[in-house]
């Protein structure tokens, strides 16, 4: 398998920053767990990329579902919002991965075997928190995540 690039980001907030846009250009997937609040945000992403997201509490009237399970590198992602709003058993369902945001607090760690990632908020600089984006990379050794302050 060769390496598959996906870049991960939540809570925008009707922002894409010049920043953010520059460094999804030539990644392979985009994920964004939720409050985009532009309608326009997920198409202007799918322009640099294939991209997934979900409705986040801010918006509202977003068509976007609340969840979405996909498969990226041979691997099950689920992507959600509010991770307190988890409603499946990651280990039970065959998920690798679990992306959330709506913390703003960029996080990573492995519970169980799953990891379980907050890309934090690449949005307006909201509570004294820093705007950051994430990245998940999937080869052959596995899925090795990161995080970068913007």
């Not at 460094?23 to 997934?52: K, N, Q, W, Y």
């Not at 499946?88 to 369902?93: G, I, K, S, W």
């Amino acid at each position: 398998m060769s390496r598959l690039t996906v870049a991960v980001l939540s809570d925008t907030h009707g922002l894409l920053r010049p920043e953010v846009r520059a460094a999804v250009r030539g990644c392979d997937h985009i994920l964004h767990a939720g409050d985009l609040e532009d309608p326009l945000a997920a198409m202007v992403l799918s322009s640099f990329a294939p991209t997934t997201a979900v409705r986040g509490n801010c918006d509202r009237r977003s068509p976007l579902p609340e969840t979405q399970t996909l498969a990226l590198g041979g691997h099950r992602v689920h992507l959600l919002h509010d991770l307190s709003q988890l409603a499946l058993d990651p280990v039970a369902a065959g998920i690798a991965v679990v992306v959330s945001g709506h913390t703003h607090l960029p996080r990573h760690e492995v519970r169980d075997g799953v990891l379980y990632f907050n890309p934090g908020s690449a949005g307006p600089v909201r509570y004294g928190k820093p705007v950051s984006m994430g990245w998940l990379f999937f080869d052959d050794t596995g899925i090795t995540p990161g995080l970068v302050t913007l």
